[in-house]
T-cell receptor, first 115, second 118 residues
Framework: AQSVAQPEDQVNVAEGNPLTVKCTYS??????LFWYVQYPNRGLQFLLK??????LVKGSYGFEAEFNKSQTSFHLKKPSALVSDSALYFC?????????????FGSGTQLTVLP | NAGVTQTPKFRVLKTGQSMTLLCAQD?????MYWYRQDPGMGLRLIHY???????AKGEVPDGYNVSRLKKQNFLLGLESAAPSQTSVYFC?????????????????FGPGTRLTVL
């Protein structure tokens, strides 16, 4: 079975500082990894995904994520945080074998950027 | 282009009542999904569909039924609501053309339906 762990329920960072939201995964076969963001009372919005190739993936709103196969991690990063980045962030994974349509989500990390 | 829309946005039911949630997408996507979101548990897949007329069970299908009579619509039904079904429900769709049977697809989400069962 595939799984995703987001070890931090809450991350606080000062505006202008770099931010990292952590994600580790377990999956059979090649991993396909996604980050989504959810603003209050809204649906999830796609940020970026890793399929294959370059381990550093760039996405929307200045976010990027680094795929590390040996550590089975896919941490979300941004060089300079904005107050408007405050939201709930979800990491998700699918494997290349088995039930391909089932996207497994982590429990989410609440990011708060302090002015 | 509205993307994925959900009806209704809010609903309160009494235990034992039934209701249907409607999801519509205008992106001509093949695949559609229903999730529920509970605090501290992320999103869990209830049912999904890989095309018109097809449905399949996800991680937490008990107490729910679905239908995909038209490609653009995916309905989620609760025949006899229970308080444990109090949740926020999200519909999503994807084009189904990604690698490994759609595993690389990006899913696009609707705004959600907040359901309370008393």
């Amino acid at each position: 079975a595939q799984s995703v762990a987001q070890p931090e329920d809450q991350v606080n960072v000062a505006e202008g500082n770099p931010l990292t939201v952590k994600c580790t995964y377990s999956v059979s076969g090649n991993p396909y990894l996604f980050w989504y963001v959810q603003y209050p009372n809204r649906g999830l919005q796609f940020l970026l995904k890793y399929i294959t190739g370059d381990n550093l993936v760039k996405g929307s709103y200045g976010f990027e994520a680094e795929f590390n196969k040996s550590q089975t991690s896919f941490h979300l990063k941004k060089p300079s945080a904005l107050v408007s980045d405050s939201a709930l962030y979800f990491c998700a994974v699918r494997g290349s074998s088995g039930s391909a349509r089932q996207l497994t989500f982590g429990s989410g990390t609440q990011l708060t950027v302090l002015p | 282009n509205a993307g994925v829309t959900q009806t209704p946005k809010f609903r309160v039911l009494k235990t034992g009542q039934s209701m249907t949630l409607l999801c519509a997408q205008d992106m001509n996507h093949e695949y559609m999904y229903w999730y529920r979101q509970d605090p501290g548990m992320g999103l869990r897949l209830i049912h999904y569909s890989v095309g018109e007329g097809t449905t399949a069970k996800g991680e937490v299908p008990d107490g729910y039924n679905v239908s995909r009579l038209k490609k653009q619509n995916f309905l989620l039904g609760l025949e006899s609501a229970a308080p444990s079904q109090t949740s926020v429900y999200f519909c999503a769709s994807s084009n189904g053309r990604g690698l490994a049977g759609g595993s690389t697809d990006t899913q696009y989400f609707g705004p959600g339906t907040r359901l309370t069962v008393l």
